[in-house]
């Protein structure tokens, strides 16, 4: 058969969109879903929040969690229709393993949660700050992702959020870097190990989001500011800038083992020859 003759692709059955989210019935018995279900491990404010926003407005249905109950209450009120939460720390791998259990069928996981412990001079790291951010990140977004793999349609997709610090050689990140690298390692091993599914990352740069809040006003303006003016397109991200990053990775069907840099090009500055 030559090109020419090849079979166009069929667009979306229920819209005509190709873009459009497919529109699938659900795979546990007795329950049928028209929408796909995305479900935020961290998602109550920031970029998890931002991506939950986007989903929603993109036609899929969303679940979000956190740790603070008070927060996620509000957050899934202010969300309104298509939303829902639970409280649930991702660190305690029996409450993560009950939650998707009682969830059913999901099609796309996004791992957000994260600590603030490893940041600081190398010198001053202690084994327990550190100790603290792997068991933050690297263990409480693979005991998500684990948990996940239950119920997660088997050609759905997992997108995992890591930090640009992993490849930034920054003064003061090297052990968010190390936390932040150890994640991004996985990701091409998980693309071809739990294939069909699709296994990506988004490495964000500097985002002003809540993450920020244990730093004093004035320390976040100026290192806001000093990676705006080292940063090609001049400014600090936008919570939204990821969760347009990470809706392009949960759509893209031709696109696994990933990880995305949205940074504003901070990875890649002049240098003097
Ligand atoms: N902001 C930045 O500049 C930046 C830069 C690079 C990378 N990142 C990465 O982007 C990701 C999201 O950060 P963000 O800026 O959106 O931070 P954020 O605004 O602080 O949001 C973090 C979210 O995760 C939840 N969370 C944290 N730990 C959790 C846990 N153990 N179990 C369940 N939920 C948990 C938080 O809710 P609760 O507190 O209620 O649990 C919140 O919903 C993180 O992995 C961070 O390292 C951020």
């Known amino acids: 058969m030559a090109v020419a003759d090849w079979p166009r692709p069929s667009a979306n059955a229920a819209t005509g969109d190709r873009h459009a989210p497919a529109r699938h019935a659900g795979r546990r018995q007795g329950e049928t879903r028209m929408t796909e279900r995305v479900v935020m491990i961290g998602g109550t404010s920031g970029i998890g929040l931002a991506v939950a926003q986007g989903q929603l407005a993109a036609g899929r249905e969303v679940v979000v969690t956190g740790r603070d109950a008070a927060k996620l209450a509000a957050v899934v009120e202010r969300l309104g229709a298509g939303a829902s939460g639970e409280a649930v720390d991702a660190r305690d791998e029996e409450a993560m393993h009950a939650f998707f259990a009682g969830l059913g069928a999901v099609d796309h996981v996004v791992v957000t949660v994260t600590g603030h412990s490893a940041a600081g001079a190398f010198r001053d790291l202690t084994a327990d700050a550190l100790r603290s951010a792997g068991e933050g990140k690297l263990i409480a977004q693979t005991i998500a992702a684990q948990a996940a793999l239950k119920v997660l349609r088997a050609d759905g997709s997992l997108t995992f959020v890591t930090a640009g610090s992993a490849g930034a050689a920054r003064p003061g990140t090297a052990g968010l870097a ?89 990875r890649h500055r002049p240098t003097a020859l």
């Open 178 to 266: 190390a936390v932040n690298a150890a994640v991004e390692a996985m990701v091409p091993v998980l693309a071809v190990e739990l294939a069909p599914a699709r296994v990506n990352a988004v490495s964000p740069g500097i985002i002003d989001t809540p993450w920020w809040d244990w730093m004093d006003a004035e320390t976040r303006q100026q290192t806001f500011e000093n990676y705006a003016r080292a940063t090609p397109v001049g400014r600090v991200g936008r919570a939204e800038d990821v969760a347009e990053a990470i809706g392009y990775l949960i759509g893209a069907g031709f696109v696994s083992g990933v990880v995305l840099g949205v940074d504003g090009g901070s």
